[in-house]
Nanobody, 123 residues
Framework: QVQLVESGGGLVQAGGSLRLSCASS????????MGWHRQAPGKQRELVAA???????AYADSVKGRFTISRDNAKNTVYLQMNSLKPEDTAVYHC?????????????????WGQGTQVTVSS
């Protein structure tokens, strides 16, 4: 079993920055793909960014150039550096992990989820 624990959310003004962390424990050797998804009130959950154990990445168009996903395999932790935040980035951000890259990319049958951390960007 794998546990994912997010931290780093909070309230920030537009244009500000936050860094989210997702620490994993348990059977981490099966976690090839890790990522961040977000869900705003009244909207569907969407992929923000994802990364493989080898460092390949993918980003939603809406965050390209502003957000950076990274991974420290030694610490079993994935990070999301969020810069130039906008009010439309306000959402609950969830960490996701799976053996298969496509599951994290498509948010389909993802094996493990964190509890989520709230990010609120004020205008």
């Amino acid at each position: 079993q794998v546990q994912l624990v997010e931290s780093g959310g909070g309230l920030v003004q537009a244009g500000g920055s936050l860094r989210l962390s997702c620490a994993s424990s348990g059977d981490i050797f099966s976690l090839n793909a890790m990522g961040w998804h977000r869900q705003a009130p009244g909207k569907q959950r969407e992929l923000v960014a994802a990364i493989t154990s080898g460092g390949s990445t993918a980003y939603a168009d809406s965050v390209k150039g502003r957000f950076t996903i990274s991974r420290d395999n030694a610490k079993n932790t994935v990070y999301l550096q969020m810069n130039s935040l906008k009010p439309e980035d306000t959402a609950v951000y969830h960490c996701a992990a799976d053996r298969l890259w496509i599951r994290v990319l498509r948010d389909t049958e993802v094996s493990y989820w964190g509890q989520g951390t709230q990010v609120t960007v004020s205008s």
